[in-house]
């Protein structure tokens, strides 16, 4: 069975330009969540979709970044414009029930994001 | 909400039991408590979860007093590439809204030497 499927692996962009991330979650699971991963940290949730509704997107920069999951299936997540802080590696996981924070999380391999 | 605490980093040999216990004293009823394993340039990858006393899979096993208030995971034996980040987490089954549920932290980096 294919995993989490993420593209670019890897972007470099120079500061003010705009970029787009791209997740395929596992087939038939139903939430799908993108976290930021700072060097060093743990990764830091951003927006955690069921289907199509963002359910949690309370640590999402809303000035910058922004969000989809169209027709429930795969999500591009956008930062417009960049600024060099926002350099990390961006994750998305899967899980495969609705509801509640605790069921098995499936991650890509991420997309490795540096700003100049 | 709970919010967890790790050892920063921890150091083993080749074959020795690795225990990273995790402090969680404001766990909830609800609470469930999930361990996840991060190797360099990859994603977390799920390992065990429990709610109470003890639960063993293949990978580890994970204690849990009767207060819940911490939690051990036990990796047994491990090899050179037992060598990651481990992150503990807990969250309430019920809860929409992140708050710590989904908080990773910075998690122990575990090194094992031959």
């Known amino acids: 069975e294919a995993g989490v499927v993420q593209s670019p692996r890897y972007k470099i962009i120079e500061k003010k330009q705009p970029v787009a991330f791209w997740c395929n979650p596992i087939?038939?699971?139903?939430?799908l969540y993108w976290y930021r991963q700072n060097l060093g940290q743990g990764p830091e949730l951003l927006i955690r979709?069921?289907?199509?509704?963002?359910?949690?997107d309370s640590q999402l920069p809303k000035d910058r970044f922004s969000a989809e999951r169209l027709k429930g299936v795969d999500s591009t997540l956008k930062i417009q414009p960049a600024e060099l802080g926002d350099s990390a590696v961006y994750l998305c996981?899967?899980?495969?029930?609705?509801?509640?924070?605790?069921?098995?999380?499936?991650f890509g391999p991420g997309t490795r994001l540096t700003v100049t | 909400l709970a919010k967890t605490t790790q050892p920063i980093s921890m150091d083993s040999y080749e074959g020795q039991e690795v225990n990273i216990t995790c402090s969680h004293n404001n766990i909830a009823t609800n609470d469930y408590i999930t361990w996840y394993q991060q190797f360099p340039s990859q994603g977390p990858r799920f390992i065990i979860q429990?709610?109470?006393t003890k639960v063993t899979n293949e990978v580890a096993s994970l204690f849990i007093p009767a207060d819940r208030k911490s939690s051990t995971l036990s990796l047994p034996r491990v090899s050179l590439s037992d060598t990651a980040v481990y992150y503990c987490?807990?969250?309430?089954?019920?809860?929409?809204?992140?708050?710590?549920?989904?908080?990773f932290g910075k998690g122990t980096s575990l090194l094992v030497t031959p």
């Open positions: 087939s038939g699971h139903n939430t």
């Open positions: 429990g709610y109470k």
């Open positions: 987490l807990v969250g309430d089954i019920h809860q929409t809204n992140s708050g710590y549920a989904l908080n």
């Open positions: 979709y069921e289907n199509e509704e963002a359910v949690d």
């Open positions: 996981a899967s899980s495969l029930e609705l509801g509640g924070t605790t069921d098995e999380q499936y």
